[in-house]
Antibody, heavy 119, light 106 residues
Framework: EVQLVESGGGLVQPGGSLRLSCTAS????????MYWVRQFPGKGLEHVAS????????YYVDSVRGRFTISRDNAKNSLYLEMTNLTPEDTAVFYC????????????WGQGTLVTVSS | DIQMTQSPSSLSASVGDRVTITCRAS??????LNWYQQKPGKAPKLLIS???NLQSGVPSRFSGSGSGTDFTLTISSLQPEDFATYYC????????FGQGTKVEIK
């Protein structure tokens, strides 16, 4: 059974930093693109970042580029999102997501971890 | 990136109704258009990938179609468990989501 478990969310002050982790199981982690997707309170979904199998290709939404860094450790079956210079507008539930086997869709989602940026 | 516009943003329907949700892309795209269902407090669930490919376990009352800039999700006979929010998402150029359509009980 595919499982994605996020951790690392919490309350952080504006300008602060946070590192999200996602531990994967039930599939061969190193053979899938992985994503971070966030959902703003009561609102829609936004792709935050995506990462290729070996970590060499990375894509970010414009609003986080230069502040967030996606990475992975295939030996540990783990995906990460390093977030710096956080603002209240970054407050959201962050989901770790696995690509569809055939690609181009977001097939498996974690339960999400809430990041709240507030003073 | 391609921007996606969903319509309507919400709708009220009764059990048994046929429901259609539309997603329009800001430019012509390939078939990498996906649909998700989200219920309150839960993560989104992939329903349809590649415009029309129903995911395993998804009821056949759900279907997807479209090409170019216009794509559609249809629920042929709405069931009580289908009341939820639906999102389209494109992977043709970058990854972007529509703003969602909330399907409510009439």
């Amino acid at each position: 059974e595919v499982q994605l478990v996020e951790s690392g969310g919490g309350l952080v002050q504006p300008g602060g930093s946070l590192r999200l982790s996602c531990t994967a199981s039930g599939f061969t982690f190193s053979t899938y693109w992985m994503y971070w997707v966030r959902q703003f309170p009561g609102k829609g979904l936004e792709h935050v970042a995506s990462l290729s199998l070996d970590g060499s290709d990375k894509y970010y939404v414009d609003s986080v580029r230069g502040r967030f860094t996606i990475s992975r450790d295939n030996a540990k079956n783990s995906l990460y999102l390093e977030m710096t210079n956080l603002t209240p507008e970054d407050t959201a539930v962050f989901y770790c997501v696995r690509d569809l086997t055939s690609g181009y869709a977001l097939e498996y989602w974690g339960q999400g971890t809430l990041v709240t940026v507030s003073s | 990136d391609i921007q996606m516009t969903q319509s309507p943003s919400s709708l009220s329907a009764s059990v048994g109704d046929r429901v259609t949700i539309t997603c329009r892309a800001s430019q012509s795209m390939n078939s990498h258009l996906n649909w998700y269902q989200q219920k309150p407090g839960k993560a989104p669930k992939l329903l349809i990938s590649g415009t029309s490919n129903l995911q395993s376990g998804v009821p056949s009352r759900f279907s997807g179609s479209g090409s170019g800039t216009d794509f559609t999700l249809t629920i042929s006979s709405l069931q009580p468990e289908d009341f939820a929010t639906y999102y389209c998402q494109q992977s043709s150029s970058g990854v972007t989501f529509g703003q969602g359509t909330k399907v409510e009980i009439k």
